[in-house]
C-alpha cells in the first residue's frame, strides 16, 4: 500500500513547483503534474459542491504538455 501524504501550498507555490518540474524530463514530470492537477481539480469539486448555487472557481492548471516542459 502507497503511503499518502497531503500537502498545503498556495496558487504562487505551485506555480514555483510547476516550474521546478518543468526542468526535469517529461517522462518523469508528465505524471506528477497529471497527479497534481487531478488533485487540484478535485478540491474545487468539492469545494463548487459545498458552495451555494452559482458559485464558480477559475480552476489553476499546469500545462504537462511536452512543449511546456
Not at 505551485?14 to 516550474?19: E, I, M, S, T
Not at 503534474?33 to 489553476?60: C, M, V, W, Y
Request: charged content about 20%.
Amino acid at each position: 500500500m502507497k503511503t499518502v501524504i497531503s500537502l498545503n501550498f498556495t496558487q504562487e507555490e505551485l506555480q514555483v513547483l510547476n516550474a521546478a518540474i518543468g526542468e526535469i524530463p517529461y517522462r518523469v514530470a508528465a505524471p506528477l503534474i497529471a497527479s497534481i492537477n487531478s488533485q487540484i481539480q478535485r478540491q474545487f469539486k468539492r469545494e463548487d459542491d459545498d458552495a451555494p448555487t452559482g458559485s464558480n472557481h477559475n480552476l489553476p492548471q499546469t500545462d504537462a504538455s511536452p512543449n511546456n516542459l
